[in-house]
């Protein structure tokens, strides 16, 4: 798989990702890390917006953990306890998923070039919510989270913030 | 539709981290990488080289079980 360079600004939003793909022992970096360590900091710009319409670390954390269960589920498994699965963790790095590399491309980058903080990191979240299929609209949707209505908030609070 | 092909996703994970879970647990049982290998169906190196540098971290002694 190629490298993936991520742009400045969001280098060390990256580096947080990576660290919760590792902590939750996943094989690749997905745009669910990516929201996690977005998140993970409430007073940046993105996470702000998105904790005013009610999607923050805690919830979406809730909603990945309903995700896997129901996923799970329909092949007739409960999810194993965590101590069931401890283990030392892998030495290398998760490499970056498909998901984040689909969110990247599908960033609206111009429009992160507004001058606003953390313009780049909104464009990215506002791309992982609107990807229709994978992990985070399973996990927003079973928690009750409209995307459209916090793909909304993120871009006319962006507008009042300005 | 949408609920198997997730159930795909979480399983490849869930496989992941209990061939680690698994691999270490019977490291520290003292099975070999030659056992360990064969009753995971795949070569003893393709085992070695996965799990070689974590179970190094992990402190397990390795010396006398390299067969």
């Known amino acids: 798989m190629a490298e993936l360079t991520l742009p400045r600004q969001l280098r060390a939003t990256g580096q947080r990702a990576i660290a919760e793909a590792r902590a939750r022992r996943a094989g690749s970096v997905e745009a669910e890390h990516v929201l ?3 998140l993970a900091r409430p007073a940046e710009p993105a996470a702000e917006l998105l ?3 009610g999607l923050d670390y805690a919830t979406l954390t809730t909603a990945l953990d309903a995700e896997r269960a129901r996923s799970l589920g329909a092949a007739g498994i409960s999810p194993p306890t965590t101590a069931s699965l401890a283990t030392t963790p892998r030495i290398a790095s998760p490499g970056w998923g498909a998901s984040v590399r689909d969110a ?3 960033a609206d980058k111009p429009a992160a070039k507004n001058g606003r903080p953390g313009a780049l990191e909104i464009e990215l979240v506002d ?12 996990a927003l949707g079973l928690v009750g989270l409209d995307r ?3 793909r909304v908030a993120l871009h006319s609070q962006q ?3 300005s | 539709m949408a609920d198997q092909l997730a159930a ?3 399983l490849r994970e869930l496989a992941d981290q209990l061939e680690d879970a698994a691999v270490e647990n019977a490291l520290r049982a003292e099975w070999s990488w030659m056992d360990v290998a064969a009753a995971l169906g795949v070569t003893r190196q393709a085992v070695h080289k996965k799990h070689l540098a974590r179970a190094a971290r992990a402190g397990i ?3 006398r079980r390299n067969g």
């Open chain 1, 36 to 38: 996690l360590a977005i």
């Open chain 1, 51 to 53: 904790a005013n319409v």
């Open chain 1, 104 to 106: 990247l491309g599908n």
């Open chain 1, 127 to 138: 791309a992982i919510l609107g990807a229709e299929l994978g992990t985070v609209p399973r």
């Open chain 1, 148 to 150: 459209g209505t916090l």
């Open chain 1, 159 to 161: 507008v009042l913030r």
């Open chain 2, 8 to 10: 795909v996703v979480a």
């Open chain 2, 61 to 63: 002694e390795l010396r």
